[in-house]
């Protein structure tokens, strides 16, 4: 299947800092890709659809000031999350899809961790 | 995507076919049921998809009933490495997952 990296596997930072997490396409051209969070003993939450080019859309509770998604090639996407805190700790998750009605292929997640 | 009711958790032993099953009562007809596993701290792994027909590939097999509202993934000789969260999910936009709680499969020696 295709592979989808994501940068960093995991990171430590202090509280009130910002953290940038880059997800890419490695053998394709991601037309959306998708970012989600995951915390301990539970599923994954949907955050945002995340389409090349244009503005990201949000899930309902998720705040796009916080959490910033850039998609700016069809092989890579960024999320940073700002001035982060101790309850942003999480497992975050990408996934990246060719075109419409195909399977999503996933990053290995990035473990965040603010102290 | 709406709702899909599994087992929360199955043992299997090792060498044995791993059956899991998955209900989705109000599938409608242009949703497909999508499998993912997720071993621990990993990201998700597609595994098999399908609409109506039942589909095998090199990891699994998936059996969709008649009526299509619920389906089984079959690992057909399990082994440690199955150990994971299997989730099962059906949408029409393949692409945008909601997911549930899955089936912890924990396979034994």
């Known amino acids: 299947g295709a592979v989808v990296s994501q940068h960093p596997s995991w990171v430590i930072c202090k509280s009130g800092t910002s953290v940038k997490i880059e997800c890419r396409s490695l053998?394709?051209?991601?037309?959306?890709m998708f970012w989600y969070r995951q915390f301990p003993k539970q599923s994954l939450m949907l955050m945002a659809t995340?389409?090349?080019?244009?503005?990201?859309?949000?899930e309902q509770g998720v705040e796009k000031d916080k959490f910033l998604i850039n998609h700016a090639s069809l092989t890579l996407s960024t999320l940073t999350v700002t001035s982060a805190h101790p309850e942003d700790s999480s497992f975050y998750i990408c996934s990246a899809i060719q075109g419409a009605n195909t399977e999503a292929f996933f990053g290995q997640g990035t473990r965040l961790t603010v102290v | 995507d709406a709702k899909t009711t599994q087992p929360p958790s199955m043992d299997c032993a090792e060498g044995r076919a791993a059956n899991l099953p998955c209900n989705h009562s109000t599938i409608s007809g242009n949703e497909y049921v999508y499998w993912y596993r997720q071993i621990h701290s990993q990201g998700p792994q597609y595994i098999i998809h399908?609409?109506?027909n039942n589909e095998t590939n090199e990891m699994a097999s998936l059996i969709i009933t008649e009526d299509r509202k619920s389906s089984t993934l079959i690992l057909p000789h399990a082994t440690l490495r199955d150990t994971a969260v299997y989730y099962c999910?059906?949408?029409?936009?393949?692409?945008?997952?909601?997911f549930g709680t899955g089936t912890r499969l924990q396979v034994t020696l």
């Open positions: 053998d394709f051209q991601a037309t959306t």
């Open positions: 999910i059906y949408t029409g936009t393949a692409s945008k997952l909601t």
């Open positions: 995340s389409n090349e080019g244009s503005k990201a859309t949000y």
């Open positions: 399908g609409l109506k």
